[in-house]
Every structure is written in C-alpha cells, then in structure tokens.
C-alpha cells in the first residue's frame, strides 16, 4: 500500500490547468528532445511547491513531493528525483532570456478571458522585496540542447538579445529595513477579484514616480479594454499625467502640491455632502494642473477624522509642555540690551507651531561689582497661548485627502465610484501581502544571480495569480447560487478565503492498494467546494465522485 498526500494541491493544479500555464510556457521557451520533464511543469511543480505552504526552500524541492502524489498533479511520468536544483534553475535562466514580464502578462490576460475577469478598472503599485547577501551580477549559463554547439553566432545574438538584469540594492524600504539589500515588484491588478495582470521587477532604488507612467501607457497599448488606471500619490506628477493624456486614470494627489494644501485646509464644511459609502463626505470641483483638465475629489473620512483629532490633541499638549519649558530656559538667560532679549524671545517663538506669544516682559537686573561699579543686565519672561488660526487650518483638513481624474463625466464615473475605486487600491496591497507571507516561500530568495530573482519573483506572481482566480471563482459561484459555507467563526460567507478552503482540504490521500487507486476523506462539504470549481479541479479528485 503506498498512501501520497493531494490535500488542497488538486485545487491548484486544476487551476494551473484552465488557464493552460504549461502549455503556454512549453510554446514559448520550447521543450528539449529528451527532458524528462518539460520547462512548463516544471513552473507547475514550483507553483505547487509555492501554495503548499510549507516553507520548503528550493533545494529541499525534490524532498516536497516525496510525499506529495506527484504524478498525478504535476504529470505522468514526473518524479520526485527529476525536480532538483539543477533543473529548476536552467528552467529559471530560460524564462528570464524569453523575458518575464512577457511571460507573466501573457498567461495573466489568457486567464482573465478563460474566468471572465473584468479589466474595466486597474490598480497599480509597487513594493519592495528585500534579500540576504551580495547578488553580483551576472548573465544565466543556459545551455541549449536543441542548439548546434557549432553555431556560436546564434548563441552571442541570443545573449545580446537577453533582457538585461535588475540591480539589487539598497533603496526606499517598505519593509523597513533599510541594512539589507531589495529590488521592487511593480504590480497591476483587476479591479475584479484582485487578480494580477502585470508584474515587473525592477531594481531596488528604482522611485515609482519615474516609472508609473510609463508602466501605465505601456499596460493600456497591450490590453483591449479602455482600462481605468488607478494608483496612489506616485503617478500624480505634471510628466506622468502628460504621458497618460490619452489614458483614463484615477489617483490620489499629493499635498506637496500647494493647491491642493489649500484646498483641504480652506473648504468649509458646508460643501461637503454625505457620499453612499458609510462615514465619507464628498466636496468636487474642477481644476487645471500640468495643463490638463480633471476632477480633483475632496473626501473627508470620519473614520479618519476622529485619529487625526486625537493625534492633534496629542501634538498640541506636547508641543505646549515643550514652549514652557523653553520660555523657562529662555527666562534665566541674561541679555546686554533689551533689545537682545526681544529678539531670542522672537527667534524661539518662531518655533512654535500651534502656540504664540501671549505675554512677555522685560526685567532689568542691576549687580554691584567689588569696586562699587554697577553692571545692568536684562532678562525676559513670556506666557503661551494656543494659535487658533494654525491650529483650526489643521483641524479643518483633518481626515481629509484628495483623488483625482481625467474622467469628467459624472455618468461615466460618480463621485462615490471614484472613491470606491481608490478604496479598492487595496487589491496591490493583499497582493503583496500574499507574497511577504512568512508562509510563502519568499524567505527563500537566496539565489546567486539577480536573474534568477527575477524568475522565481514571477513565479511568486504566477502562484498569486492561481491563488486570486480559485478564490475569485468560488466567491463567484457562492454568490451566483446564493449559498454560503461557513467561515472559521462558524458563520455562513459567500466570500471566504481561499486559504480557509484550503484547510477543508487536509488530509486528501491518494491511496494506492494492488495497483487500484482510491482517494481518502472525502465527503459532502468538500464535494459540494469543488463543485463551485472548474472541472480541471474536479479531475484530480474524480476517484471520489
């Protein structure tokens, strides 16, 4: 009896294949006369290995399926012993030589059609990766065995053709720790379950406000669907909004910007109106900046309001404890004229940021010297009171900020869709959550070159694009049916996490007796799951049904 594990990996697999990952991988960087394994299940295997869950380094791969049902997720004739490092990294080399980002957007938009993924809204962002150790430079040593070794001059074309690597280095650190070494994923997903379309790398001091643009322009030429692009503060600059003039986009706008500093700190209240979204009110009006016409939304958060008010408070108290300890120094302090000690008053009270000068005087101090002289000396003293015209301005914006757009048609974008787009931005950040999981194998980035970073960071993307697309269709399908299942509280949701799903899923054996093959555990619950998946999901535990 020989008994392998399949747990959630059936789900996985069944996704990997709808969309037709190996397919299209195998097409685009070819299969060698003889591999045991094709480069396209090999990326199969990786993305397994990935939404195992497990934390299994690469060089342990070959020990994850040995108790993983191995062939019959990955494919017939796969063994545990034909996945090792050697393999898995000439597999690396050749997807970054074909170009990854090619790669990844390719599969990405054959997915969205495959599920109906709607691309009417897309969120752009970007964060940091960081690394352990050196990462010198240096191109992949990828041999091809399909390749005459005598032709040299295709060998040195393809390798001037290669994209050039990223640099990994020290940058901007979303992850606060600015002692290591990063380079940067740049991610664009559907407004429509959060599902990624692009994703590139880039080095790791690279600003995004220098490249959003661009990304923007270059994503809208590649894609059918007149896209609304929404991203955060780091598109809103004069030269971004000029290379997007024929692109429809949404963004938050910096308060750097002087009118928009003004704006939040002047609207009276009276101009807001409640938004359909609980706890948001909403100001608009149009405005001309970088020579471009747009709507400018100013939304004040209640929510927001409230912890901006207390932290106020907060900074006042301090900053008054902090002046009267400062006019007490100040007030032991002897100055040669009147006039000197008005002008320290003046130069500290210059400091203050939510305080003025209530009341100062100046008290002239006489003391006799041994031979009878006498020295004169002045000394000030000053009381504080708060600055209500500084302070009310701060009060005034507080929980405010403001999103903008090219989109000047209210019938074609409300007021109350623009915020519920910029409040969907958060699909970038669950992303990018999802690859820094301590549970993912992110830990994992400890390959020599920076090449290899960059394709096992777009097999991370790969992973969370299986992910998003079984979670998108089992929400879909609960919502469709109107049924639920119940989260980890025991209440009913028709939007679980694909995560929780998968922990329905433990303990799935492929059990193998006299050469006859039976699946363990199973029974209605995770029946009635898999029926909201495609049927490529349903292959793998077809022993069951």
């Known amino acids: 009896m020989e008994i392998q594990n399949i747990d959630h990996l059936g789900i996985v697999a069944g996704i990997i ?25 090999v990326v199969k295997a990786m993305i397994l290995n990935g939404l195992g869950f497990v934390s299994k380094p690469l060089y342990m791969f070959p020990k994850y399926f040995e108790t993983v049902a191995c062939e019959h997720l990955v494919g017939t004739g796969v ?20 170009g990854l980002d090619t790669i990844f957007f390719l599969i990405a938009l054959k997915a969205a059609q495959k599920f109906g993924v709607s691309l009417s809204s897309s969120h752009l962002d970007s964060s940091s990766m960081h690394v352990h ?20 001059q295709e060998s040195e074309e393809l390798v001037v053709k290669s994209p050039k690597e990223i640099t990994i280095t020290y940058g901007y650190s979303r992850d606060h720790r600015p002692d290591l070494k990063q380079f940067i994923i740049e991610l664009i997903c559907s407004g429509d379950g ?5 994703l590139k790398l880039a080095s790791g001091n690279q600003a995004d406000s220098s490249c959003f643009g661009q990304i923007a ?8 669907v007149n896209s609304l692009i929404v991203a955060d503060s780091a598109l809103y600059t004069e030269s971004n909004l000029k ?3 024929d692109l429809r986009w949404l963004c938050r706008v910096p308060l750097t910007i002087k009118a928009a500093q003004s704006l939040i700190s002047t609207l009276p209240e009276s101009e807001f109106i409640d938004s359909n979204l609980s706890g948001y009110k909403l100001a608009s009006t149009t405005v001309n900046y970088a020579g471009i016409e747009q709507r400018w939304l100013v939304v004040q958060s209640q929510e927001r309001r409230e912890s901006d008010l207390r932290k106020l408070s907060q900074k006042i108290t301090k900053a008054e404890l902090k002046a009267i300890q400062e006019l007490k120094k100040l007030s032991k302090e002897q100055f040669a004229c009147e006039v000197d000690a008005i002008k320290a008053l003046s130069k500290l009270s210059k400091q203050f940021k939510y305080h003025q000068i209530h009341s100062s005087k100046v008290t002239e101090i006489k003391s006799n010297l041994k031979d009878s002289s006498a020295v004169t000396s002045y000394q000030i003293s000053a009381t504080v009171s708060q600055n209500e015209s500084k302070i009310n301005t701060e009060v005034l914006s507080a929980g405010r900020f403001i999103i903008a757009t090219n989109v000047l048609d209210l019938n074609e974008l409300s007021n109350d869709s623009m915020l519920s787009e910029y409040k969907a931005q958060q699909s970038c950040e669950r ?27 777009m097999i991370m993307g790969l992973c969370l694009l299986v992910y998003t697309l079984a979670q998108r269709q089992i929400r879909t399908a609960l919502r469709k049916s109107k049924s639920t299942i119940n ?29 006859e093959k039976h699946i363990s555990n199973w029974n209605q619950q995770r029946d009635f799951i898999l029926n909201l998946l495609p049927d490529d999901c349903l292959a793998y535990y077809r022993l069951a049904t």
């Open 194 to 198: 959060d599902i990624p379309i692009l």
């Open 17 to 41: 294949d709808s969309i037709g990952l190996v397919e299209i991988i195998n097409e685009l960087i070819g299969v060698e006369i003889g591999e045991k394994v094709s480069p396209g299940h």
């Open 487 to 515: 989260n980890q509280l025991g209440k009913p949701t028709d939007r679980p996490t694909l995560r929780w799903i998968f922990q329905w899923f433990q303990s799935i054996h492929l059990v193998k007796i006299n050469n």
């Open 243 to 245: 290379l997007m003039s």
């Open 217 to 224: 322009v270059e994503y809208q030429k590649q894609i059918e």
């Open 79 to 98: 063994k545990p012993e034909y996945l090792n490092d050697d393999k898995l990294g000439r597999v690396m080399d050749k997807l970054f030589i074909k």
């Open 431 to 457: 992303g990018f959550a999802f690859l820094k999981d301590p549970l993912f194998f992110a830990d994992s980035i400890f390959l020599k070159s920076p090449e290899r970073i960059e394709s096992l960071a």
């Open 133 to 152: 150790g050196q990462y010198n430079t240096s191109l992949p040593e990828v041999i091809f065995e399909n390749q005459q070794a005598g032709n040299t």
